[in-house]
């Protein structure tokens, strides 16, 4: 596949894939079918996986115009095939993240094993400001940081920068902006001098630890998302405000 809004490159046994879709790095759904594929390449040739970014931002999320009655069922099915992919993925994955990292461009780095964290990075889910959810957040976050942690981002959709992340237990580590590429490097480095074999399998049991069916829960989050939320007055003028930059008149219904 031609690669328009990524980037895929192999070093050795590390895949490094890179959103490159500029400014914002929006997640659409072409950008989402080019993630499937590059996840399928790498997954064949790479022991680790780093998902990264070119620009400022990780990512500012979705592309908010397909988040429309119309296009949603697509736009949610194809980023719960990527999400899972990550998920179930037996290779390392690490996710490099500087900037915003916000809705969809949050739920991407949730669902790898390790967030390695710029220090100007902010992350958050700011989808009920649309009167939306985040499916993926909503499946992941309370198994990560707890109910409370979790409810509170969700419901108030406030990003939280890179150092309270790693307080909440989002982000592993946290690297100076001025160090960050090399960080990254020397921590992938770090994961490359161990065994191949005993990483896979440490990440086998250490999912088992979770005994979470994700793909199942995601199943039921997006159920009441595309059945319920979407089809309300809200979730259409939370979009239509945001695209019109105005303040939403929420109707309840
Ligand atoms: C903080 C921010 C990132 C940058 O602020 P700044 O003040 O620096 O810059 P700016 O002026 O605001 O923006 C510049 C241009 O970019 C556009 N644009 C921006 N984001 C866009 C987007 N996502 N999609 C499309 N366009 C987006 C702006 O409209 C503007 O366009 P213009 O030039 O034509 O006027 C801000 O844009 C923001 O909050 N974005 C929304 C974040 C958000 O709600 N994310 C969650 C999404 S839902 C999700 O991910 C899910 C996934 C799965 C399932 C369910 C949900």
Same mark, same amino acid.
């Not at 959709?157 to 309270?164: I, K, L, S, T």
């Not at 909440?168 to 770090?190: L, P, T």
């Not at 161990?194 to 896979?200: F, H, M, R, V, Y």
């Given at each position: 596949?031609?690669?328009k809004?990524i980037?895929?490159s192999?070093?050795?046994?590390?895949?490094?894939?890179?959103? !490159?879709?500029p400014?914002l790095?929006?997640?659409?759904l072409?950008?989402m079918?080019e993630l499937i594929?590059?996840?399928d390449?790498a997954e064949?040739?790479?022991?680790i /996986?780093?998902?990264?970014?070119?620009?400022?931002?990780?990512?500012?999320?979705?592309e908010? =115009?397909?988040h429309?009655?119309?296009?949603?069922?697509?736009?949610?099915?194809?980023?719960t095939?990527?999400i899972?992919k990550?998920?179930?993925?037996?290779k390392i994955? /690490?996710?490099?993240v500087?900037?915003?990292?916000l809705g969809g461009?949050f739920?991407?780095?949730?669902?790898c094993d390790?967030?390695?964290a710029?220090?100007? !990075? =902010?992350?958050?889910?700011?989808?009920?400001?649309?009167a939306?959810y985040?499916?993926?957040?909503?499946?992941?976050?309370p198994h990560?940081?707890?109910?409370k942690n979790?409810?509170?981002?969700i +419901? +108030?959709?406030e990003a939280?920068d890179?150092?309270?992340?790693?307080?909440?237990?989002i982000v592993?580590r946290v690297?100076e902006q001025?160090s960050?590429?090399e960080?990254v =490097?020397?921590?992938?480095n770090?994961l490359l001098?161990k065994?191949p074999? !005993?990483?896979?399998? !440490?990440?086998?049991a250490?999912?088992?630890?979770?005994?979470?069916d994700f793909?199942?829960v995601?199943?039921?989050?997006?159920?009441i998302?595309l059945?319920?939320?979407?089809?309300?007055?809200d979730?259409?003028?939370?979009?239509n405000?945001?695209l019109e930059?105005?303040?939403?008149?929420? =109707?309840?219904?």
């Amino acid at each position: 596949m031609e690669y328009k809004k990524i980037k895929y490159s192999l070093e050795g046994d590390t895949a490094w894939i890179l959103l !490159a879709n500029p400014p914002l790095n929006i997640v659409d759904l072409e950008m989402m079918r080019e993630l499937i594929s590059a996840l399928d390449v790498a997954e064949n040739e790479a022991e680790i /996986v780093v998902i990264s970014h070119e620009g400022k931002h990780f990512s500012a999320g979705a592309e908010i =115009k397909e988040h429309y009655p119309d296009k949603a069922p697509d736009l949610i099915g194809t980023f719960t095939e990527l999400i899972l992919k990550i998920l179930n993925s037996e290779k390392i994955t /690490v996710c490099a993240v500087r900037g915003y990292a916000l809705g969809g461009g949050f739920e991407i780095p949730l669902a790898c094993d390790v967030i390695l964290a710029s220090s100007n !990075a =902010k992350l958050g889910v700011p989808e009920i400001t649309l009167a939306h959810y985040p499916p993926v957040a909503i499946a992941l976050l309370p198994h990560m940081i707890g109910w409370k942690n979790a409810f509170d981002l969700i +419901t +108030t959709g406030e990003a939280v920068d890179a150092h309270r992340a790693r307080e909440m237990g989002i982000v592993s580590r946290v690297f100076e902006q001025e160090s960050f590429d090399e960080d990254v =490097k020397k921590y992938v480095n770090g994961l490359l001098e161990k065994s191949p074999i !005993a990483l896979k399998l !440490a990440k086998k049991a250490l999912k088992k630890s979770t005994a979470v069916d994700f793909g199942k829960v995601l199943g039921e989050v997006n159920r009441i998302y595309l059945n319920e939320l979407i089809k309300t007055e809200d979730a259409v003028e939370g979009l239509n405000a945001f695209l019109e930059k105005r303040k939403p008149e929420w =109707k309840g219904r």
